[in-house]
């Protein structure tokens, strides 16, 4: 056996590491689809029929405790991503689900300016809570109404190049993948 065979062997019994991701946002604004698209087994939900009025009217299932993706990147990492639910009446779940997490994406639906306020509460959460990395995901860019990344990075308040608002349509895998990609960078940066 050649020693580049005894190296990958030798590499695959090696446990990888786990680099946890959250992704998190407001309601609706596209966490379980984000997931389902990239994840290369098939993600784990626990999305309930809609119940709430509004809710109801604008889409007809919620997630209720976390969604659960995974992704090889080498020999050695696989990225576990955890969606959190997006209602407040769930968001107990954010502690249980950000606790030993490298990296935060918060997805804001780019046509939707009324959930802003909510993204800005979700991205102050976590910020106070979770001094890691985060990225702010831009999400459905392919829709004629959508707020570009630098008019939601304004209206959002965030003054700072720590945090990237990256454009996102959670429907494709290569956009879902630059967003991961400039999330993991945020870590390196930070982690090394």
């Known amino acids: 056996m050649a020693t580049n065979e005894k190296d990958k062997q030798k590499n695959s019994n090696k446990p990888k590491k786990r680099i946890k991701i959250l992704i998190s946002g407001p309601f609706a604004a596209g966490k379980t689809q984000f997931i389902k698209t990239i994840s290369e087994i098939e993600p784990l939900t626990t999305e309930k029929q809609t119940t709430a009025g509004k809710e109801k009217s604008v889409k007809s299932h919620t997630t209720v405790a976390m969604d659960f993706g995974k992704i090889t990147i080498d020999d050695e990492h696989e990225l576990y991503l955890f969606g959190t639910p997006g209602q407040s009446r769930f968001d107990f779940m954010w502690d249980i689900l950000g606790k030993g997490a490298l990296g935060i994406i918060i997805l804001v639906d780019s046509t939707n300016p009324e959930t802003f306020h909510e993204a800005r509460q979700i991205i102050n959460y976590f910020e106070s809570r979770y001094p890691v990395p ?52 945020q870590i390196y940066k930070e982690f090394g």
């Open 134 to 185: 985060m990225v702010i995901g831009a999400n459905k860019q392919d829709l004629p109404n959508a707020w570009p990344p630098e008019m939601i990075k304004a209206a959002l308040n965030l003054d700072t190049e720590d945090i990237p608002v990256v454009p996102v349509v959670a429907t494709d895998k290569e956009s879902v993948k630059k967003a991961l990609l400039t999330l993991l960078e």
